[in-house]
Nanobody
Framework: QVQLVESGGGLVQAEASLRLSCGAS????????MGWFRQAPGKEREFVAA????????FYADPVKGRFAISRDNAKNTVYLQMNSLKPEDTAVYYC????????????????????WGQGTQVTVSS
């Protein structure tokens, strides 16, 4: 069982930056691809970004391309989401997730492919 704990959320103004962190309990963290998802009030949870086990391959949802960056530090069992130029529409609860299966261009966005989820961290962007 992998336990994931997100942190770094908060209330910021538009155009500000935040960095989310997700720490994993699993010693074999490097064997999991990782993803970030978000759920805005009244909306379904959606894909934000994903990163391969090695950190070499990344995927992003169109709304965050060029503004968000996902990275990982396998030595620290941590995945990050650097969020720049935040917009009010980025307001959501952000979740990190871990998947055992290999990340590919055909599956990175599928929530069902992720085996473990964190409890989420709230990000609120005011205009």
């Amino acid at each position: 069982q992998v336990q994931l704990v997100e942190s770094g959320g908060g209330l910021v103004q538009a155009e500000a930056s935040l960095r989310l962190s997700c720490g994993a309990s699993e010693r074999t963290f490097s064997s999991y691809a990782m993803g970030w998802f978000r759920q805005a009030p009244g909306k379904e949870r959606e894909f934000v970004a994903a990163i391969s086990r090695s950190g070499i391959i990344t995927f992003y949802a169109d709304p965050v391309k060029g503004r968000f960056a996902i990275s990982r530090d396998n030595a620290k069992n941590t995945v990050y989401l650097q969020m720049n130029s935040l917009k009010p529409e980025d307001t959501a609860v952000y979740y990190c997730a871990a998947r055992r299966n290999i990340l590919s261009s055909n599956n990175y966005y599928e929530q069902s492919g992720y085996n473990y989820w964190g409890q989420g961290t709230q990000v609120t962007v005011s205009s």
